[in-house]
């Protein structure tokens, strides 16, 4: 077995060591009415790599994937196209195989790019300071509710209806639990935000007010007047960034006064990978990091008088608090915010402002293309990379029909919010810089063709 | 003809010279390295965009105006940067990493390799499920061992990391009871020597946590445990294998018990190494375990994460699970059962825990590992596991202090403690020096029931030479520690950093960086 270095001579060996003449004395401890005798019934045996490699590229073959063909699908996941070196980097063993930094001295690569990685995340999102990232956006979501609850002592969240459903469902899931009260809705197929229902619905119980942007409609608010109704109520602002290459384009929440911002960094470095695993993003004002879940990497010095960095505040986690912690959370995603980290430095704040205009300048281009469709209408007046369409009937169907056409037409409002009706029509369709003008046309044209 | 034609040979540097400071401060491959923000520029972009019109004109009057900050670096610079950061990283592809309860073991690359097939890693979670039937495949195919694996009868495989699978496995309880009407049973008997999370968990999830005490062989005292049960005990947490190494013997009578109480049974699958294609936690009563695809499935840790926790689930707690989950029909086709497609046939779901289907790059990864094993192998996997932890435990118990070395056999873990070291030394002066030795610290101070705990998991992918290399290291640096050598107080000397000061770190903590004129411009 190729992954198992012991010889039958070793395991004799190690055996007389030990003192036991056969390994099953060394589960002597097991009762023996749940020892199993043999390998488990009705499974597999040992396979080679080239078997595996096989079975494993079937099953691969089985998915159409986005680089076949017209590719137009974001909420919350976006196509971006990745430097070849991001994914050589994060497959040095040194990365791939190390753990989490406990001891620092032979951790520093972690820690520094963990230290950068907080910089840069701080820095987009606009705020003092980040953590070493979460499992995910969504999870960073409602890890962010709590961090209001505790700095409040409030427990209403009012989340936006431009919040992506998931991350509702997973804050509604959460909340059940926590005891915490969440306000929710769903959004309308127009132009205007909820942000001014937002500000009229902030009361004394509130602790936070929750705000996708640019929303799950692909819209664009100014996050400023909700913010401050926020901070007039003792409120606090929690903004959500699901495509972090929109901070290259418009302004970041932390500059419009957003308390925490999280985000989903899965669009910087990290690829589809069917929903997994991505790579939360966690800034808040520096009063509330004694408050923030997860690791941060800090900098100190080591006992020669030189820089290093080491986990530090740790006196918030589970390890240390037990069942007093802030979060039960216990990883971040490492290896994923390494992929960020090397992907934003390659861009550059030059590479990422490029970068975001491209994918901008694109996604006018194919709104405007679609809104000559007879049958579209284009819902947003503003949009970054993502804007959603008014089919005028089902999306569902539509969207089946053109993958047979090789064409991923985009997300069905429908498959997100199956009971609301009203929104059945709808389809988001997000443009990166990985689409081209064909692929626009071929979108259109298809579209054309399905509702004539 | 030798390359060395001049006939110099070397000879032992005079002394003082070896230890004189470089130009650079670098140590020949040992290179110090400045960080992005001090070397890249905001100008700079390692990256080459197609030249054309970028004007845009719908950001809703929120274009950026103000600068970021982000530093950028050409390629090669890039590279560089990445490269000497990662020599400053100790991993298991340098040697072994004995972190008990981490289960640091070989990371196949087949599994890398399979992960970036583009059919796996170039797939959008939201596409149509026609188009994704290989990716439900896997989660599928993935689900259906681990059900077996385990002798369980459901899983939920969204869970991001174990201490989300270990909330996944509570938030079940938690439904299960509120449907029975018995909402009111708050209290949750964890172990003393459980994982930290375990107890976090609970509390999160809304129940109040009550330690179980353990036997002085360094188990769950059973008669203690079953006193505290009744009818506002919601259920236990139990690691098991413990986190002390050892198997706890009495868990069919105590998931019995618990269950009789109307309890359930929470099982911490962080050790499942140990007992893979031997024991079916199912046997033994569980209702629910999660299992830590990083450790057992070897997919890596990658420096702190992506961790994937599925969760598996006894009949009784398998209506309770989130959304979404797949479905295999009789003609081979997979559904994912979420929302839009739930209906009323899983209508006691306690909701969802995460955006989209789970780590599904970690259960490719996962399943290629468990495929290449196979029943066999895996079982194969748990007996090398113990055996190599046993042959530690034997050949250092007469240096080191076993606490429970007499309780038997250990598991896939050996468990020291700190007695029998000179005065004013621990088991961190043990760590740092084992750093100098080559190698990567055991687990410290963990499980708490012990003093100054240091726990070695060696895994089953370590030789019998490493671990002997191993095993004569840890000899040595113990018996310098009995004796009181003071070096060890000042290892590691031969890191890329002595020890760090945390103390100042967490004082007043410096989390990012500031351009030092900014910084003093702003005081």
């Given at each position: 077995?190729?992954?198992?270095?012991?010889?039958?001579?070793?395991?004799?060996?190690?055996?007389?060591?030990?003192?036991?003449?056969?390994?099953?004395?060394?589960?002597?401890?097991?009762?023996?009415?749940?020892?199993?005798?043999?390998?488990?019934?009705?499974?597999?045996?040992?396979?080679?790599?080239?078997?595996?490699?096989?079975?494993?590229?079937?099953?691969?073959?089985?998915?159409?994937?986005?680089?076949?063909?017209?590719?137009?699908?974001?909420?919350?996941?976006?196509?971006?196209?990745?430097?070849?070196?991001?994914?050589?980097?994060?497959?040095?063993?040194?990365?791939?195989?190390?753990?989490?930094?406990?001891?620092?001295?032979?951790?520093?690569?972690?820690?520094?790019?963990?230290?950068?990685?907080?910089?840069?995340?701080?820095?987009?999102?606009?705020?003092?300071?980040?953590?070493?990232?979460?499992?995910?956006?969504?999870?960073?979501?409602?890890?962010?509710?709590?961090?209001?609850?505790?700095?409040?002592?409030?427990?209403?969240?009012i989340?936006s209806?431009?919040?992506?459903?998931?991350?509702?469902?997973?804050?509604?899931?959460?909340?059940?639990?926590?005891?915490?009260?969440?306000?929710?809705?769903?959004?309308?197929?127009?132009?205007d935000t909820d942000i001014d229902a937002l500000i009229g619905a902030i009361?004394?119980?509130?602790?936070?007010v929750?705000v996708?942007y640019?929303?799950?409609?692909?819209r664009i608010a100014d996050l400023k007047p909700l913010a401050d109704a926020c901070h007039a109520k003792?409120a606090?602002l929690?903004a959500?960034?699901?495509?972090?290459?929109?901070?290259?384009?418009?302004k970041?929440p932390?500059e419009m006064d957003a308390d925490?911002?999280?985000?989903?960094?899965?669009?910087?470095?990290?690829?589809?990978?069917?929903?997994?695993?991505?790579?939360?993003?966690?800034?808040?004002?520096?009063?509330?990091?004694?408050?923030?879940?997860?690791?941060?990497?800090?900098?100190?010095?080591?006992?020669?008088?030189?820089?290093?960095?080491?986990?530090?505040?740790?006196?918030?986690?589970?390890?240390?608090?037990?069942?007093?912690?802030?979060?039960?959370?216990?990883?971040?995603?490492?290896?994923?915010?390494?992929?960020?980290?090397?992907?934003?430095?390659?861009?550059?704040?030059?590479?990422?402002?490029?970068?975001?205009?491209?994918?901008?300048?694109?996604?006018?281009?194919?709104?405007?293309?679609?809104?000559?469709?007879?049958?579209?209408?284009?819902?947003?007046?503003?949009?970054?990379?993502?804007?959603?369409?008014?089919?005028?009937?089902?999306?569902?169907?539509?969207?089946?029909?053109?993958?047979?056409?090789?064409?991923?037409?985009?997300?069905?409002?429908?498959?997100?919010?199956?009971?609301?009706?009203?929104?059945?029509?709808?389809?988001?369709?997000?443009?990166?810089?990985?689409?081209?003008?064909?692929?626009?046309?071929?979108?259109?044209?298809?579209?054309?063709?399905?509702?004539? | 003809?030798?390359?060395?034609?001049?006939?110099?040979?070397?000879?032992?540097?005079?002394?003082?010279?070896?230890?004189?400071?470089?130009?650079?401060?670098?140590?020949?491959?040992?290179?110090?390295?400045?960080?992005?923000?001090?070397?890249?520029?905001?100008?700079?972009?390692?990256?080459?965009?197609?030249?054309?019109?970028?004007?845009?004109?719908?950001?809703g009057n929120l274009?950026?105006?103000?600068?970021?900050?982000?530093?950028?670096?050409?390629?090669?610079?890039?590279?560089?940067?990445?490269?000497?950061?990662?020599?400053?990283?100790?991993?298991?592809?340098?040697?072994?990493?004995?972190?008990?309860?981490?289960?640091?073991?070989?990371?196949?690359?087949?599994?890398?390799?399979?992960?970036?097939?583009?059919?796996?890693?170039?797939?959008?979670?939201?596409?149509?499920?026609?188009?994704?039937?290989?990716?439900?495949?896997?989660?599928?195919?993935?689900?259906?061992?681990?059900?077996?694996?385990?002798?369980?009868?459901?899983?939920?495989?969204?869970?991001?990391?174990?201490?989300?699978?270990?909330?996944?496995?509570?938030?079940?309880?938690?439904?299960?009871?509120?449907?029975?009407?018995?909402?009111?049973?708050?209290?949750?008997?964890?172990?003393?020597?459980?994982?930290?999370?375990?107890?976090?968990?609970?509390?999160?999830?809304?129940?109040?946590?009550?330690?179980?005490?353990?036997?002085?062989?360094?188990?769950?005292?059973?008669?203690?445990?079953?006193?505290?049960?009744?009818?506002?005990?919601?259920?236990?947490?139990?690691?098991?294998?413990?986190?002390?190494?050892?198997?706890?013997?009495?868990?069919?009578?105590?998931?019995?018990?618990?269950?009789?109480?109307?309890?359930?049974?929470?099982?911490?699958?962080?050790?499942?190494?140990?007992?893979?294609?031997?024991?079916?936690?199912?046997?033994?009563?569980?209702?629910?375990?999660?299992?830590?695809?990083?450790?057992?499935?070897?997919?890596?840790?990658?420096?702190?994460?992506?961790?994937?926790?599925?969760?598996?689930?006894?009949?009784?707690?398998?209506?309770?699970?989130?959304?979404?989950?797949?479905?295999?029909?009789?003609?081979?086709?997979?559904?994912?059962?979420?929302?839009?497609?739930?209906?009323?046939?899983?209508?006691?779901?306690?909701?969802?825990?995460?955006?989209?289907?789970?780590?599904?790059?970690?259960?490719?990864?996962?399943?290629?590992?468990?495929?290449?094993?196979?029943?066999?192998?895996?079982?194969?996997?748990?007996?090398?596991?113990?055996?190599?932890?046993?042959?530690?435990?034997?050949?250092?118990?007469?240096?080191?202090?076993?606490?429970?070395?007499?309780?038997?056999?250990?598991?896939?873990?050996?468990?020291?403690?700190?007695?029998?070291?000179?005065?004013?030394?621990?088991?961190?002066?043990?760590?740092?020096?084992?750093?100098?030795?080559?190698?990567?610290?055991?687990?410290?101070?963990?499980?708490?029931?012990?003093?100054?705990?240091?726990?070695?998991?060696?895994?089953?992918?370590?030789?019998?030479?490493?671990?002997?290399?191993?095993?004569?290291?840890?000899?040595?640096?113990?018996?310098?520690?009995?004796?009181?050598?003071?070096?060890?107080?000042?290892?590691?000397?031969?890191?890329?950093?002595?020890?760090?000061?945390?103390?100042?770190?967490?004082?007043?903590?410096?989390?990012?960086?500031?351009?030092?004129?900014?910084?003093?411009?702003?005081?």
């Open positions: 077995m190729r992954y198992l270095p012991l010889t039958g001579a070793d395991r004799e060996a190690m055996l007389d060591v030990i003192g036991a003449s056969t390994i099953d004395e060394l589960f002597a401890d097991v009762p023996e009415s749940a020892r199993l005798d043999g390998p488990i019934e009705g499974l597999p045996l040992y396979a080679s790599e080239m078997a595996v490699e096989r079975h494993m590229a079937a099953l691969a073959r089985q998915n159409q994937t986005a680089g076949d063909g017209p590719f137009f699908l974001g909420c919350g996941a976006y196509k971006h196209h990745v430097p070849a070196s991001v994914d050589h980097l994060i497959q040095r063993g040194e990365f791939l195989t190390a753990y989490t930094p406990y001891q620092p001295e032979i951790a520093q690569g972690t820690l520094q790019m963990l230290f950068e990685f907080q910089t840069q995340v701080a820095r987009m999102l606009g705020t003092d300071v980040a953590n070493a990232s979460m499992y995910d956006g969504s999870t960073a979501c409602w890890e962010a509710i709590g961090m209001a609850r505790r700095i409040t002592r409030r427990g209403k969240a989340l209806g431009g919040l992506h459903p998931h991350y509702v469902s997973v804050a509604t899931t959460m909340a059940k639990y926590t005891g915490d009260a969440v306000e929710t809705s769903v959004p309308t197929l127009n132009a009361d004394d119980d509130t602790s936070c929750v996708q640019p929303d799950i409609l692909g003792k606090l929690i959500v960034v699901t495509e972090p290459v929109a901070m290259g384009a418009i970041s932390g925490i911002v999280v985000g989903e960094g899965q669009s910087i470095g990290v690829g589809l990978q069917f929903g997994g695993p991505y790579v939360g993003l966690m800034g808040c004002k520096e009063k509330y990091i004694r408050q923030m879940p997860g690791r941060f990497c800090g900098e100190t010095v080591d006992a020669d008088g030189r820089r290093g960095f080491v986990l530090t505040l740790s006196t918030r986690e589970q390890h240390i608090r037990r069942e007093k912690a802030t979060s039960n959370i216990c990883t971040n995603s490492g290896l994923c915010a390494l992929a960020f980290s090397v992907h934003m430095t390659l861009l550059g704040e030059a590479g990422l402002r490029r970068l975001a205009g491209i994918n901008h300048a694109l996604a006018c281009r194919a709104a405007d293309r679609l809104a000559k469709v007879p049958g579209i209408r284009v819902v947003n007046d503003s949009f970054f990379n993502e804007f959603t369409i008014d089919l005028g009937k089902e999306t569902r169907p539509i969207v089946r029909a053109l993958t047979d056409k090789g064409i991923l037409a985009g997300v069905s409002l429908g498959r997100l919010y199956p009971t609301v009706d009203s929104l059945a029509n709808g389809l988001v369709v997000a443009v990166t810089e990985t689409a081209t003008e064909e692929d626009i046309e071929a979108l259109a044209t298809a579209l054309e063709e399905a509702l004539a | 003809m030798t390359i060395n034609q001049s006939g110099w040979r070397p000879s032992a540097p005079e002394q003082g010279n070896a230890t004189a400071p470089t130009f650079t401060g670098n140590k020949a491959l040992m290179l110090e390295e400045p960080l992005i923000f001090e070397i890249g520029s905001t100008d700079t972009t390692g990256v080459d965009f197609a030249e054309g019109d970028v004007a845009g004109s719908r950001l274009s950026r105006t103000a600068p970021i900050g982000l530093p950028g670096l050409a390629e090669p610079e890039a590279v560089r940067h990445y490269t000497r950061l990662s020599r400053q990283n100790y991993a298991i592809d340098l040697g072994l990493f004995p972190l008990g309860s981490c289960t640091m073991k070989h990371n196949p690359r087949l599994n890398e390799k399979v992960a970036r097939m583009p059919g796996f890693a170039d797939v959008h979670p939201l596409q149509p499920v026609d188009t994704v039937q290989g990716a439900l495949g896997v989660i599928n195919e993935l689900a259906v061992w681990l059900i077996k694996l385990t002798g369980m009868h459901g899983v939920a495989m969204s869970p991001k990391a174990g201490a989300h699978g270990e909330l996944c496995g509570m938030l079940c309880i938690k439904a299960a009871l509120e449907a029975r009407g018995e909402g009111h049973r708050k209290i949750v008997l964890v172990p003393e020597s459980a994982h930290g999370t375990n107890p976090a968990t609970a509390a999160f999830a809304g129940f109040q946590v009550e330690d179980i005490p353990a036997t002085p062989e360094g188990r769950v005292d059973l008669d203690a445990m079953k006193k505290r049960l009744g009818p506002d005990v919601a259920g236990v947490m139990i690691t098991n294998p413990n986190t002390c190494g050892l198997f706890e013997r009495d868990m069919k009578a105590i998931s019995d018990a618990v269950h009789d109480a109307g309890g359930y049974v929470y099982c911490d699958g962080a050790n499942f190494n140990a007992i893979v294609g031997r024991v079916r936690p199912g046997d033994l009563g569980v209702d629910a375990m999660h299992i830590n695809l990083h450790k057992t499935f070897s997919t890596p840790h990658g420096g702190g994460g992506p961790g994937s926790g599925p969760v598996v689930l006894s009949e009784a707690l398998s209506p309770f699970g989130p959304l979404p989950f797949t479905e295999r029909h009789a003609d081979g086709h997979i559904t994912l059962v979420e929302e839009e497609t739930v209906g009323d046939r899983h209508p006691h779901s306690f909701g969802r825990m995460t955006a989209f289907h789970g780590q599904m790059g970690m259960f490719t990864r996962a399943l290629t590992y468990i495929l290449s094993h196979g029943a066999d192998g895996l079982r194969q996997v748990a007996e090398d596991a113990v055996l190599n932890a046993n042959y530690v435990l034997r050949s250092l118990d007469h240096t080191l202090d076993a606490p429970f070395g007499d309780s038997g056999p250990c598991m896939h873990e050996a468990l020291f403690s700190d007695n029998g070291l000179a005065d004013g030394f621990s088991t961190i002066d043990v760590a740092k020096g084992l750093i100098d030795e080559g190698f990567h610290p055991m687990t410290m101070y963990f499980p708490l029931v012990v003093h100054g705990a240091m726990l070695i998991e060696p895994t089953e992918t370590e030789s019998k030479a490493a671990l002997d290399q191993f095993i004569g290291a840890l000899r040595s640096v113990a018996e310098r520690a009995k004796a009181g050598d003071t070096a060890l107080k000042t290892a590691p000397h031969f890191a890329p950093r002595s020890r760090l000061d945390e103390t100042q770190a967490a004082r007043k903590p410096v989390l990012v960086w500031k351009d030092p004129e900014m910084a003093m411009a702003a005081e």
